[in-house]
């Protein structure tokens, strides 16, 4: 049973403008929420993340929504760049000790920017 | 650069031999982790590490697979008699709070 779900496997933006993913989960547990970028033959790279005690984190053109009654959160990029295309991961964890356990991820989704 | 690193970065291997990858995470982070990911889906957590305990091996795929932080610092993860389902790329990740960050990964072929 998948606790993090993408369910757009893919999304095509034009370049400059908004792009919204996201990603719904199912476990009550999970405190604190990350957004990864990653390219092929890369390691996932880490982009921002939001407490569960919050509900918006902005760094830049990146902005996280967490909707916790609704059990959803979205990634917000604006403007959208051409460097922005990649496959994008939700993850979820259960925050313990001052850090985490392991990351749970959905299965990404493919943001590809057109000029 | 002081990011997380992985040796080698790709293994190919016949089924039944035994493979062995290494990761060194960043340098303050006191906690490790591995991670399995295959072809159209997101990372799967296999295992982590604070200092040298290992904290949760539950979810090791099955007792071929185990893992050692032996001085709290490198990590290694070993995979005994490797079969073809075992293909995949292996990722490690370090962490000191919540957010984990990842190394460039290990690819392997088991053929």
């Known amino acids: 049973d998948q606790q993090v779900k993408q369910n757009s496997p893919s999304l095509s933006v034009q370049e400059g403008r908004i792009s919204i993913l996201n990603c719904d989960y199912t476990?009550?547990?999970?405190?604190?929420f990350l957004w990864y970028k990653k390219y092929p033959a890369e390691g996932p790279t880490f982009l921002i993340s939001i407490s569960s005690i919050k509900d918006k984190n902005e760094d830049g053109r990146f902005t996280v929504f967490l909707n916790k009654s609704a059990k959803h959160l979205s990634l917000h990029i604006v403007p959208s760049q051409p460097g922005d295309s990649a496959v994008y991961f939700c993850?979820?964890?259960?925050?313990?000790?001052?850090?985490?356990?392991?990351?749970?991820f959905g299965k990404g989704t493919h943001l590809i920017i057109q000029p | 650069d002081t990011g997380v690193s992985q040796n080698p970065r790709h293994k190919i291997t016949k089924r039944g031999q035994n493979v062995t990858f290494r990761c060194d995470p960043i340098s303050e982070h006191n906690r490790l982790y591995w991670y399995r990911q295959t072809l159209g889906q997101g990372p799967e957590f296999l295992t982590y590490f604070q200092n040298e305990a290992q904290l949760e091996k539950s979810r090791l795929l099955s007792d071929r697979f185990s893992a050692e932080r032996p001085k709290g610092s490198f990590s290694t993860l070993e995979i005994q008699r490797t079969e073809q389902g075992d293909s995949a790329m292996y990722l490690c990740a370090s962490s000191l709070f919540v957010e984990q960050y990842f190394g460039p990964g290990t690819r392997l072929t088991v053929t």
């Open positions: 476990n009550s547990m999970f405190d604190y």
């Open positions: 993850a979820a964890s259960v925050s313990s000790g001052g850090g985490a356990d392991g990351l749970t």
